[in-house]
């Protein structure tokens, strides 16, 4: 029975009640039909289909569900919810879900794939609660295989190291995961019947798994990650195996070459000639784009001398002083608690980034917002030494939302971290000593912070000097 729409049956029984209330030809009237309420017709049509629905499952068949069925209250129709959901799972990365069940639970089923475990996402403090927490004593390796595995012997080794700190910084990650790939690719051979870009690709996808289980991608890396997966899915089918091969290598040794080395090359050009004689630089923590501008400002003849701030845990700052002192440039050491009492002595201070994002904000290591807060508040320029290829289309404002949180007994100890002598016994005595046994004690080692543009004078580019605005152009302009 086909179903009617309720103003048109209105209509046809209010038209039907006229004609029969209205005098006919003969000067007799029609009977008059009978009404029905539209509950009622309702009740009906829901009748006539729970009837057709039994008939179809009597005959085996799937009924298909009614368009004008009511729905729950709550309830969102197929399309509707996988549309949300898919929006949902854009919108915020499981890495910044670590206090959901959910999430976690299908990030295990991924990870379990190809045996790699999860770290803890468990953390006291309520503020950090939706990021993983990195533990040193986590075993990483422990559901591997010993042989024919998914991830790569180099690429196990590398996440080793990048769990334990023994490389440190954005450029030193970055130049070892490209040197990695190329191993990768190099000992990588197609299977029968399948096509090199789709297989090398689903290989690449547990390389990177495992690594941002040892310690989280960085904006620059997922750059060049995204690159290389770029240059793969454009390898022509038909090209043979050994030249696809030495394309890629090729191409990431390009991308090494220009968008590391050579542009710190330039960026040392440029940030030369912001240094006059008589300068007193103030930097922070180790930079090696940095090192190389003070370097060759000093190789060119200018005088000048340098303040190194440093701060716990890495103290990356004593590198950057034994470098500095290996070239002969006249520098002082100071923690970072000092920095505003020296602070009135320097006239330009110069560091470095480990990305900047679209909105012109300075993501790098924690206390370099405090040491540009205190320029600013001294009127002292802060030149930002950065490659585009860190640049980020992400948008953030603060460093709580998304963070890279450290091991939190770094704080306690007093070692540097990344080596392994016994801990002295004035540490065994320190009120820290057994902090995590204590439920009403948090210790929090948040690795980055996020300097406002408004604290920032210019960027250091191998482009040129650049305001913090610019760089959403040159992002759209690169992607282009």
């Not at 040491?371 to 404002?397: D, H, N, W």
């Not at 100890?413 to 057994?434: C, F, Y």
Request: contains cysteine; aromatic residues 4%; positive net charge.
């Amino acid at each position: 029975m086909a179903e009617a729409q309720p103003e048109s049956v209105s209509s046809a029984v209010a038209n039907g009640a006229a004609a029969a209330t209205a005098p006919g030809a003969g000067g007799k009237s029609k009977v008059k039909q009978q009404t029905t309420t539209k509950a009622e017709r309702r009740a009906k049509q829901e009748a006539q289909r729970a009837a057709k629905a039994d008939r179809m499952v009597a005959e085996g068949k799937q009924p298909r569900k009614a368009q004008g069925a009511p729905q729950k209250a709550g309830e969102k129709s197929a399309p509707a919810a996988r549309g949300s959901e898919h929006q949902s799972e854009h919108r915020v990365k499981p890495s910044v879900q670590a206090d959901d069940p959910k999430v976690q639970a299908r990030q295990l089923k991924k990870l379990e794939k190809h045996n790699i475990v999860q770290r803890p996402g468990e953390i006291k403090c309520s503020l950090f609660s939706h990021l993983h927490q990195h533990c040193r004593d986590f075993p990483l390796t422990s559901q591997l295989p010993m042989a024919n595995s998914d991830i790569h012997k180099s690429v196990i080794r590398l996440g080793l190291m990048y769990a334990d700190y023994s490389i440190r910084g954005s450029n030193a990650r970055c130049i070892a995961l490209l040197r990695v790939l190329k191993e990768m690719i190099t000992d990588y051979t197609t299977p029968n019947e399948k096509e090199m870009a789709r297989d090398l690709e689903s290989k690449l996808k547990p390389q990177i798994s495992f690594l941002n289980t040892c310690r989280l991608i960085s904006p620059s890396m997922g750059n060049a990650i995204k690159h290389i997966k770029l240059c793969i899915s454009q390898l022509p089918p038909d090209l043979p195996e050994e030249k696809s091969k030495a394309k890629l290598l090729a191409e990431l040794e390009r991308y090494e070459a220009e968008k590391i080395s050579l542009a710190d090359v330039a960026i040392g050009q440029f940030g030369t000639q912001r240094i006059a004689d008589g300068d007193v630089i103030m930097t922070y923590s180790y930079s090696t784009v940095v090192h190389k501008i003070l370097r060759k400002a000093h190789l060119s003849g200018k005088k000048f001398r340098v303040m190194v701030v440093d701060s716990r845990p890495f103290y990356e700052g004593r590198l950057m002083l034994n470098y500095l002192q290996q070239d002969h440039i006249k520098c002082s050491y100071m923690l970072l608690n000092a920095t505003s009492y020296v602070m009135k002595e320097a006239n330009k201070v110069l560091m470095g980034a480990s990305t900047v994002l679209a909105n012109g904000h300075c993501i790098s290591r924690v206390g370099t917002a405090m040491v540009a807060m205190m320029a600013k508040t001294y009127g002292v320029p802060v030149l930002i030494a950065c490659e585009t290829y860190k640049f980020s289309e992400r948008v953030q404002t603060d460093a709580f939302v998304f963070n890279e949180l450290g091991d939190p007994s770094d704080l306690v100890s007093q070692k540097r971290v990344g080596r392994s002598q016994p801990a002295p016994e004035s540490e065994m005595d320190s009120p820290l000593a057994n902090w995590d046994a204590n439920p009403k004690l948090a210790l929090v080692n948040p690795l980055y912070d996020v300097t406002p543009p408004g604290f920032i004078s210019v960027l250091l580019t191998e482009l040129g000097p650049l305001p913090c605005s610019s760089v959403p152009v040159v992002i759209r302009v690169k992607t282009c």
